[in-house]
């Protein structure tokens, strides 16, 4: 198969990792790999690179209007979404044509450029949904959600959700058409063989300091929690800026509480699976939760995770009780539970719900497992697109 990926994000984000263990497992699987993406820099594009994948750039954009007020910014970032998906839709047309392209996979879901010229072109798109949007960031789809729920329905596109909550959320049945694929978090080479580590005195969260994260609910129960426990700390790994308003609001609670000794921002981290092995806890507080590689991250080394019991992170929570017959984290649901389970974590041992946590991973969250079941899914898609859907269009 010849394949193309559209890709948003150079940084390392979730949907990027994914992509990647994609281009080098479908290389290695025998198909040639293409991308589009929007940046010439980056972790990503350097990691491409390093598979042998062809790269093609142009400047786009997520579909979502702006947050400001100002009329100017505006009006100029609606205009720049229109502009840019006009050149994009000359570069994904030139490569479809150019590479003999037999799939398009968008990789994440407000993109909504390629579909069209798929559809011209009469080859099958793919599109991959990892996420609440407008609940995660509060922004409104370009140009309207209706329109976005209207093109994942339309003939020709196939969609794969992350998670069932991510399918239900967006009104699809999970039939032939429409996939459930967990994220691969990691390769089967790559599983630690973990053993139960004696864990340091911090707490520790994982992500980027943005409002959806929640790290000022983990900050408010920690500051309950330091009342009983006051030798430990918490350690908050992920990037932040300075100027942002909502990473000033989380140093205002620490300020207020008078935890400036006891809470350190850490900003982004290299080294963040030796943190997670340290911890004595992972707390996930986001209140829409994809699927949750921080989750996935901290049972695969064997440490508690503490967990808002909503979205993707419930989902996995749910499997893990499904499939063992027991929890596999603890979960809460407001800062009163977020506490009880602070206290419980370092207070009780914890080991055999480690345990179950690692092996439940294991069992569901590996690459191959992801790429063998997409791989399969791609084969469905051309065969099914070709027999119902190019002939109708060509009537043949």
């Known amino acids: 198969m010849n394949i193309l990926y559209i890709n948003e994000d150079n940084y390392g984000g979730g949907s990027s990792i994914a992509l990647l263990y994609y281009v080098q497992a479908m290389k290695e699987r025998g198909h040639n790999v293409f991308v589009i993406t929007r940046d010439n820099d980056g972790f990503i594009i350097d990691e491409l690179r390093k598979h042998n994948a062809k790269v093609f750039v142009e400047k786009f954009r997520l579909c979502y209007y702006p947050l400001t007020r100002n009329p100017y910014i505006w009006i100029k970032s609606v205009w720049e979404i229109m502009y840019r998906w006009k050149r994009l839709d000359g570069l994904i047309s030139m490569v479809i044509v150019k590479e003999k392209i037999d799939i398009v996979h968008t990789n994440v ?4 450029y390629a579909l069209s010229i798929c559809q011209k072109h009469h080859v099958p798109h793919v599109w991959h949904h990892r996420e609440y949007f407008d609940k995660l960031t509060k922004r409104r789809y370009f140009p309207y959600k209706g329109d976005f729920l209207r093109r994942i329905h339309q003939c020709g596109n196939y969609n794969i959700c992350i998670t069932r909550g991510i399918l239900n959320y967006l009104g699809l049945d999970e039939r032939k058409t429409n996939k459930v694929i967990f994220d691969g978090v990691f390769k089967l080479s790559e599983i630690p063989q973990i ?3 004696s864990k ?4 520790l969260f994982v992500g ?3 409002r959806n994260k929640a790290p000022h609910v983990l900050i408010q129960a ?5 009342k009983l426990h006051s030798e430990y700390k918490l350690l908050m790994a992920g990037k932040f800026s300075h100027s942002e308003v909502y990473y000033n609001e989380c140093n205002k609670y620490v300020d207020y509480y008078d935890l400036r000794e006891y809470v350190e921002f850490l900003g982004y981290r290299k080294d963040v699976r030796e943190l997670m092995k340290k911890a004595k806890a992972v707390v996930v507080p986001t209140i829409f939760e994809g699927f949750g590689f921080v989750m996935v991250e901290s049972m695969l080394n064997k440490t508690l995770v503490i967990g808002n019991n909503t979205t993707g992170t419930k989902e996995q929570f749910d499997l893990g009780l499904k499939q063992t017959g027991d929890e596999i984290g603890l979960r809460f649901s407001n800062v009163e539970d977020l506490v009880t389970s602070l206290n419980y974590a370092v207070t009780h041992d914890t080991t055999d719900m480690c345990n179950r946590a690692y092996n439940v991973v294991c069992n569901n969250y590996t690459v191959e497992k992801c790429v063998e079941e997409t791989e399969r899914f791609y084969m469905y898609v051309i065969d099914d697109y070709n027999k119902n ?4 269009s060509l009537n043949i």
């Open 222 to 226: 920690f500051a309950q929690f330091h």
């Open 195 to 197: 053993k139960q580590e």
């Open 200 to 203: 340091e005195k911090f707490i």
């Open 208 to 210: 980027a300091i943005v």
């Open 389 to 392: 859907i190019k002939r109708k």
């Open 109 to 112: 879901g407000p993109l909504p």
